[in-house]
Structure formats: structure tokens, C-alpha cells
């Protein structure tokens, strides 16, 4: 299997533009998560899904981020409009549950940068 | 609340020293799954262990060893020998069963193994 895979895996633009992340999990995975890493306040789990479902979408920052999952095989975070303080690395997990719980095994992307300027 | 305290923000040993990352949490359910994930320089966050919260026996796999001890809610893990390619970030992590299955993480510790 190819893993998770993000695009872009750099991205740079400018305040106020829309930005477009995008995450394929692995094939199988009914569970995906979007985590943001910055210095400051480490890794911060902002929505998961299960079945294309949300679940909790209690850590996106605000109504300027949206993340949706049309099928089992993509999902997009979206952030309209961007502001500086949402530079950081965005990585997207997916996972399947064992044991009729979610035993936690993630599997990461490489993440996505996004620098605000 | 949930949470996961790892107090050591940077460390730096020696090459062949022991090293010991602190991973406290903090839960009200008596289910729940404890982590360890390391982020080498490459950025990839990978996995390294699960403990449930009914198994308190350490675990040793190589150099690594975990020691969870439910009474100060503590889930230690150890690099006996440290190598230069254990330099990373080290992330506890929490999960617990009434939390709809919400996966949470410390704020991570970054290892220096000085060669």
C-alpha cells in the first residue's frame, strides 16, 4: 500500500487566499483525521471522520476552515480565507478500529506545509 | 478532562547514554489506550506502541522499553543505549472510550542524541 498520501506538500501564499489540502487514506481505513502541528501548541487534532461521517470537528479553529470527505478515498481541508497565524504543518491520519474500538494505531501522511505570508 | 502532560520540552544525552521521555496523563475513564509516537527529522509521525489501560506489564522491544504505572498515571518510555538516529520528537498520546474515539497528544519531546 502507498501509505497516506497529502498534496501539496509545500504550499505558500499569500494572506487572504483560499487554500486547498488534500489527503487519500489508505485503502480499507474508515477513519481519517486532520491534526495541525506548530511549535506553540503542538500537534492539534482539528476533525475526524469515520465512514466520510464527522465526527468531531470541536478543534477547527473557526469558521474559516472546513474539511469534508466525499468518498471513502479523499478528504480536503479548506481554509477561506487564510491568515498568517495558520502557517504551520497540517498532516492528515487514517486508521482502522480493532477490537471493536479504536486502538490508536495511526498511520501519517508527510504532512502538508503552509506558510501564510 | 483529557489530557497528556510531557513535561521534558528538549533533552540532549550522549550517544550510548539511557534516556528516560515522562508522559503524565490524565483521564476519567477506566478505559482507555496509551501511545508513543516518534517524529524523526523527515517529519513523518510514526508509531511506536499501544497499552490499554487493563495491561500494566512493561514492554521491552529492543532498546525501547514503556513502563505504565496506572497509580501516578504515568506512561514512561525508556532508549537504553541511544543511537543518533533516535534523535526525533517523541509524542505521547491518549484515547479513551467514552471520547468517541478521540485520539490526543502531548505536546511532544525533542530528543538530541549527541554523537
Known amino acids: 500500500d502507498a501509505g497516506v498520501i497529502q498534496s501539496p506538500r509545500h504550499e505558500v501564499t499569500e494572506m487572504g487566499q483560499e487554500v486547498t489540502l488534500r489527503c487519500k487514506p489508505i485503502?480499507?481505513?474508515?477513519?481519517l483525521f486532520w491534526y495541525r502541528q506548530t511549535m506553540m501548541r503542538g500537534l492539534e487534532l482539528l476533525i475526524y471522520?469515520?465512514?466520510?461521517?464527522?465526527?468531531?470537528d470541536s478543534g477547527m479553529p473557526e469558521d474559516r476552515f472546513s474539511a469534508k470527505m466525499p468518498n471513502a478515498s479523499f478528504s480536503t481541508l479548506k481554509i477561506q480565507p487564510s491568515e498568517p497565524r495558520d502557517s504551520a504543518v497540517y498532516f492528515c491520519?487514517?486508521?482502522?478500529?480493532?477490537?471493536?474500538?479504536?486502538?490508536?494505531?495511526?498511520?501519517f501522511g508527510e504532512g502538508s506545509r503552509l506558510t501564510v505570508l | 478532562a483529557q489530557k497528556v502532560t510531557q513535561a521534558q520540552t528538549e533533552i540532549s544525552v550522549v550517544e550510548k547514554e539511557d534516556v528516560t521521555l515522562d508522559c503524565v496523563y490524565e483521564t476519567r475513564d477506566t478505559t482507555y489506550y496509551l501511545f508513543w509516537y516518534k517524529q524523526p527529522p523527515s517529519g513523518e509521525l510514526v508509531f511506536l506502541i499501544r497499552?490499554?489501560?487493563?495491561?500494566?506489564q512493561n514492554e521491552i522491544s529492543g532498546r525501547y522499553s514503556w513502563n505504565f504505572q496506572k497509580s501516578t498515571s504515568s506512561f514512561n518510555f525508556t532508549i537504553t543505549a541511544s543511537q543518533v538516529v533516535d534523535s526525533a520528537v517523541y509524542f505521547c498520546a491518549l484515547s479513551e472510550r467514552n471520547r468517541d474515539d478521540k485520539i490526543i497528544f502531548g505536546k511532544g519531546t525533542r530528543l538530541h542524541i549527541l554523537p
Open positions: 471522520f469515520n465512514n466520510n461521517v464527522p465526527i468531531d
Open positions: 497499552r490499554n489501560s487493563f495491561d500494566e
Open positions: 485503502s480499507g481505513h474508515d477513519y
Open positions: 491520519a487514517s486508521s482502522s478500529p480493532g477490537l471493536g474500538f479504536l486502538t490508536g494505531e495511526l498511520f
